[in-house]
């Protein structure tokens, strides 16, 4: 493809950076801006609107991350200088990543916070939509937000490796946000990370045992992040099929298990086995097997890729997620799925 409009539609993102550095989660032309969003203006971008999803603390990383994909594909580092309003995209890459920092970080634990999400999700329990944060949120700290953050500050090290005042500072931060990880979010005995550390009260009933439940796609970005060793690896993969074995379910796509029970989500998509809450989806899977190659285990990423990329042929479409009994759901051009499965393929 013509890169230039990827290069414009990634730089969009600045012209709608708050006044503290965060980043939207997308925008859109304004006269079709018709879903119950807080939309965001920009004097740079008149004839677009931008909304921000804010129980989620992903974007600024994602962003980060969506920059270095960009430039490694294209080899055009020139957009790190590219003027947007009064900053190159450096510095406002660098500003993202300090909101994070000023805005979501909790001292005590060294880590990133969010709303209740399940695993990677963007929907908290407290209200039927679920995507903003507010004096209901009950915050928390999870893998899946400080993986991908670990995964970011690497992208900007790449970038900033002769500057060494950056390159001394980040490097700290990112080395105490791993060690940190492992400190509170990993379960040893169980051989998996624990959903969340509440920062106050937890939004479940106190006699449920969320420590039971396994998130896949978190542990697929922390696999990403360096964060397991090989031996970790082997037996989270053992987990994850015997999960799916357990669940039923028909790839490694599968979101957690077991599912949080009905009710727990108000929001009514976040039923048992439905969305994020026990969907299969090859976003994430197509991750697992990424990080499946990158670590040699072969063979088992050729096993795990196959029913993903077989039910892509037999429905003719990268689906958004998949039922318990392999039934496509949502978008039919969903292109995290088909991204993150070419990739695995090429790989």
């Known amino acids: 493809n013509d890169r230039q409009p990827i290069r ?28 119950d969003y807080k939309y965001r203006k920009s004097d740079l971008a008149p004839a677009l609107l931008a909304h921000k999803n804010t129980v989620e603390t992903d974007q600024e990383t994602s962003l980060v991350q969506a920059i270095h994909k960009y430039i490694r594909v294209t080899g055009d580092r020139m957009i790190l200088d590219a003027e947007v309003g009064d900053a190159k995209a450096i510095v406002r890459l660098e500003r993202a990543l300090d909101w994070l920092l000023k805005e979501r970080f909790d001292a ?10 399940v695993d990677w ?31 970011a500050l690497n ?48 939004p479940f ?34 987990a994850m099929r015997n999960n799916i074995k357990q669940a039923g379910a028909a790839s490694i796509g599968l979101t957690v298990y077991p599912p949080y029970p009905k009710g727990f989500f ?43 990329v077989t039910r892509v042929v037999r429905h003719n479409g990268f689906y958004e997620w998949w039922t318990r009994d392999n039934q496509p759901k949502g978008s039919g051009q969903f292109r995290g799925s088909a991204g993150v499965l070419g990739r695995a393929i090429e790989m």
């Open 108 to 117: 005590k634990h060294g880590l990133l916070w969010g709303a209740t999400t």
């Open 8 to 35: 414009d539609a990634l730089l969009t993102f600045f012209k709608f950076q708050g006044p503290g550095g965060d980043i939207v989660d997308g925008y859109i032309p304004a006269t079709k801006a018709n879903i």
């Open 205 to 238: 009933p106190k006699d449920f045992d969320e420590s039971a439940i396994w998130y896949h796609g978190g542990k697929a970005v922390a696999i990403e992040a360096g964060l397991l060793s090989a031996d970790e690896i082997r037996a989270s993969l053992a």
């Open 121 to 151: 999700g963007d929907v908290q329990p407290e209200h039927k939509w679920g995507v903003e944060l507010d004096e209901k949120s009950h915050r928390a700290i999870d893998i899946y937000d400080n993986a991908m953050f670990v995964i």
């Open 266 to 308: 108000l929001n009514p998509s976040l039923a048992p086995w439905s969305y994020q809450n026990g969907g299969d989806w090859s976003w994430f899977g197509g991750r697992m097997v990424q990080q499946l190659i990158r670590n040699g285990f072969i063979e088992e990423a050729y096993q795990e890729l196959k029913p993903m």
């Open 155 to 202: 992208d900007f090290l790449d970038w900033v490796k002769s500057d060494a005042a950056r390159t001394e500072r980040w490097s700290r931060v990112r080395d105490d946000v791993k060690r940190n990880i492992r400190r509170h979010l990993w379960d040893a005995k169980r051989q998996k990370f624990i959903p969340h550390v509440y920062l106050d009260a937890s």
